[in-house]
């Protein structure tokens, strides 16, 4: 698995943005965004923070051997997945009744931002399951 790839593994995992991970290491966000795309690597130093913050070893980010089994975390992803569509239904039910009389009322605004809080942690487990799905892919490439 590429350096890359195992960033972006890492951070979805640790349940951190790309802003918190820089703001952590004291990088910015776009430098955390060109190691993900591989584009740019860490600094010798760099690598012995993100070992420490990641808890794992400074082997295991920089050897391409390096495999994850990922088959467990993304049967749990999927089930989130699952999980969250309940969500959706239950949205586009309030999406109905909040446009029904044609105003949005402050009690309204406030379903609404708290729709749009869903429909962002819906979409942050649809981006997990699609790195999760390219690491699989990476892998079975690399193996073939």
């Known amino acids: 698995m590429l350096f890359a790839d195992k960033m ?3 951070r979805r995992q640790s349940g951190c943005s790309q ?3 820089a703001e952590a290491l004291n990088v910015s966000r776009q430098t955390v965004s060109k190691w993900e795309l591989g584009t ?3 600094t010798t130093d760099m690598i012995v923070a993100l070992s420490d913050y990641f808890h794992v ?3 295991f980010l920089l050897r391409d ?7 467990d975390g993304l049967a749990q992803v999927v089930i989130k997945f699952l999980n969250s569509a309940q969500d959706m239904d239950r949205i586009s039910k309030e999406l109905v009744m909040i446009a029904k009389d044609g105003v949005i ?5 406030t379903q609404l931002e708290s729709i749009m809080t869903t429909i962002d942690e819906v979409q942050a487990v ?3 399951i699609q790195t999760l799905l390219k690491i699989s892919k990476n892998k079975a ?3 073939n």
């Open 8 to 10: 972006v593994y890492l």
């Open 19 to 21: 802003e918190m991970l």
């Open 40 to 42: 740019s690597l860490p």
């Open 57 to 59: 070893s400074t082997d």
């Open 65 to 71: 051997d390096f495999q994850i089994d990922d088959s």
């Open 105 to 109: 009322d402050e009690k309204e605004q």
């Open 126 to 128: 649809i981006n997990e």
């Open 141 to 143: 490439e690399a193996n």
